[in-house]
């Protein structure tokens, strides 16, 4: 092999993003790939997937060593009240980087914030409602901010990442686990987004990089969380879950902040710079492909 061709995936993660994009690789795509884990349980499951499995926790950092040949960087490690943690524990070795060509960072359409059921797109201000919000403004513009030794700045992709579901996390599964009741709230709307359509867009965006960019990363088709859970029920055969009403529903601080943001969150990013099509532009063909898949015994 001729080393100095030779490409690396380094992934900060073994999150359900970087599982579902290695699982997309094509063949040949890279020479080697890499991915920390906190849980030693892990270790098996990333080997499983012929990815080197690398420790990473708050006592474990990563040697310049590691990322000496690295040519790619994926990081979908959330930041925490402290930063980001790999921008803080691997510091030393992404600032002695020389031939990484490309760096995502999986951030949150949380960053806009509220923009009650409008459209907004990556040009729009940075608003977002909360804390967890407020922290992945600061972690973007950290990565943005990194430099090298040399100086240098990486070649940080941003991808602004909808509701992530897929296989094993989706409305089919909740139904059929027992999930008896669907929150309404008047007017509420979010984007969303098929985790295979994830692995697309970072894959256009290697093949055409774009240091310092960021990307929406949601489908065509922004709905309320309702119809969601009505297509699915159909798809199964059950009856709709019951509708209750958000000023009614029980919920944990968590998940009432989740319906604190309502927005339309536009892709014609992904689309006109990248070419990307996506393979389920809506909820309703995800969820019949996602049902042929369950069917089939795939995923």
Known sequence: MNTHNSKTLFCFGWSYCAQHLVRNLPAGRFDRVLATYRDPEDIARIQAAGVEPVAFSDDASISPDLLSGVTHILTSIPPNADGDPVLERAHGALADLRNVSWVGYLSTTGVYGD?????????????PAGERGRRRVAAEQAWLDFRTRDGEALPVHLFRLAGIYGPGRNALENLRAGKKSSIVKKGQVFSRIHVDDISQVLLASMDQPSPGRAYNVCDDEPSPPQDVL????????MAPPAEIPFEEADLSPM??????????VSNARIRVELGVRLKHPNYRKGLVSLLHDLREGVG
């Open 115 to 127: 923009r009650q059921g409008g459209w907004v797109d990556e040009d729009g201000d940075l608003t």
């Open 255 to 264: 998940s009432r902040s989740f319906y604190a943001e309502s927005k339309r």
């Open 230 to 237: 009505v297509c699915a029920a159909n798809l199964l055969g």
